[in-house]
């Protein structure tokens, strides 16, 4: 299923989970769907899944807690909130398991995959979430999974109009400032593609300098 970008624990538990009614409900995202069903490009060790069911949420409880007593997993930690759930657990033989649930709003957009049950987010509705991402924190993963979006040929302005309709306060120019952020960043994730952290910083700052010019034309 993800090959490589998947360990057994979690391919298990995302093969229990999506055969579940409730598991129907959500759908893999971010750094981890990318990944493992698309650009296999790093090393991405969360499962966030994401549903836009507002019981979906409380009812992947018992289901999470179930799947996890079958796996033989020990529960770590957990945090809970209105529409958020965590897991962190660790199988039998020490593999680590974090899994995050999460009641997303806003539009969504493209179309879901199933890849052998498995329901996996769109890449243009990832790419806007990492958009909305990097406006509120400089985490090198974000950077690198929209640096390959883009290069996988996702136009940048579709995307951000997009990112904008999940986030009505995302506005060009600070955006532009979120992206030189870039330059603080010492280290990337781990990769399976190449990439240089000196490549991924000028994308961006190229990126947000013709932002800027575009807000103040000559």
Same mark, same amino acid.
């Not at 055969?19 to 750094?31: D, E, I, K, S, Y």
């Not at 957990?78 to 806003?106: C, N, P, W």
């Not at 009505?168 to 240089?196: I, S, W, Y």
């Given at each position: 299923?993800?090959?490589?970008?998947?360990?057994?624990?979690? @391919?298990?538990?995302?093969?229990?989970?999506?055969?579940?009614?409730?598991?129907?409900?959500?759908?893999?995202?971010?750094?981890?769907?990318?990944?493992?069903?698309?650009?296999?490009?790093?090393?991405?060790?969360?499962?966030?899944?994401?549903?836009?069911?507002?019981?979906?949420?409380?009812?992947?409880?018992?289901?999470?807690?179930?799947?996890?007593?079958?796996?033989?997993?020990?529960?770590?930690?957990?945090?809970?909130?209105?529409?958020?759930?965590?897991?962190?657990?660790?199988?039998?033989?020490?593999?680590?398991?974090?899994?995050?649930?999460?009641?997303?709003?806003?539009?969504?957009?493209? @179309?879901?995959?199933?890849?052998?049950?498995?329901?996996?987010?769109?890449? @243009?509705?990832?790419?806007?979430?990492?958009?909305?991402?990097?406006?509120?924190?400089?985490?090198?993963?974000?950077?690198?999974?929209?640096?390959?979006?883009?290069?996988?040929?996702?136009?940048?302005?579709?995307?951000?109009?997009?990112?904008?309709?999940?986030?009505?306060?995302?506005?060009?120019?600070?955006?532009?400032?979120?992206?030189?952020?870039?330059?603080?960043?010492?280290?990337?994730?781990?990769?399976?593609?190449?990439?240089?952290?000196?490549?991924?910083q000028q994308t961006f700052v190229e990126l947000?300098?013709?932002?800027?010019?575009?807000?103040?034309?000559?």
């Amino acid at each position: 299923m993800g090959g490589e970008f998947l360990t057994p624990l979690q @391919e298990e538990f995302l093969r229990r989970f999506f055969a579940t009614r409730a598991g129907q409900r959500f759908f893999l995202t971010g750094g981890t769907a990318l990944a493992a069903f698309y650009f296999h490009h790093r090393i991405s060790v969360d499962l966030d899944l994401f549903t836009v069911d507002d019981l979906a949420l409380r009812e992947s409880d018992p289901v999470v807690s179930r799947i996890l007593a079958d796996l033989n997993c020990r529960l770590i930690r957990t945090r809970t909130s209105e529409h958020f759930r965590q897991y962190i657990a660790e199988g039998e033989k020490g593999q680590g398991l974090h899994v995050d649930l999460v009641r997303d709003f806003g539009p969504q957009f493209g @179309e879901k995959k199933a890849f052998e049950g498995i329901i996996v987010d769109s890449v @243009e509705n990832i790419g806007a979430n990492k958009i909305t991402a990097i406006l509120g924190r400089t985490d090198a993963k974000d950077f690198v999974d929209l640096y390959f979006i883009l290069k996988a040929g996702y136009d940048f302005d579709d995307l951000f109009a997009k990112a904008q309709q999940k986030d009505l306060g995302l506005h060009p120019f600070h955006f532009a400032g979120a992206l030189l952020q870039v330059q603080k960043l010492k280290r990337l994730p781990e990769m399976k593609k190449p990439l240089t952290l000196e490549e991924l910083q000028q994308t961006f700052v190229e990126l947000a300098n013709r932002i800027l010019d575009e807000l103040n034309p000559q």
